[in-house]
């Protein structure tokens, strides 16, 4: 956990973890931004998972889907998901 600040928020996605639709993502997202003290880190695990130390320093967890995913194809999911989070918010089209 070397590269995680004091201060950080740390999120961990997983399958098990709360769903949002897009544009709740979006409100709790810039939510969370707006009122975290140091980064969001938003954590997903590799083949085996994430470390005990890593989970108890998690604020909540967020599920990407309740399918179990590997996780090059949960970042991607991810990164999508927060491009359009990012649309929501500025009130683009990309969304629709």
Do not use: N
């Not at 989970?55 to 996780?71: I, M």
């Amino acid at each position: 956990m070397g590269i995680l600040r004091e201060r950080d928020t740390v999120i961990l996605c997983h399958e098990a973890g709360r769903e949002y639709t897009s544009e709740e993502f979006a409100s709790w997202l810039f939510r969370r931004l707006e009122t975290a003290e140091g980064r969001l880190v938003l954590c997903i695990g590799g083949a085996y998972g994430v470390s005990e130390a890593v989970r108890e320093r998690a604020k909540e967890e967020l599920s990407l889907s309740r399918c179990t995913l590997p996780h090059e194809l949960a970042a991607v999911v991810l990164f999508e998901q927060l491009y359009r989070a990012s649309t929501i918010h500025r009130g683009t089209g990309y969304h629709h």
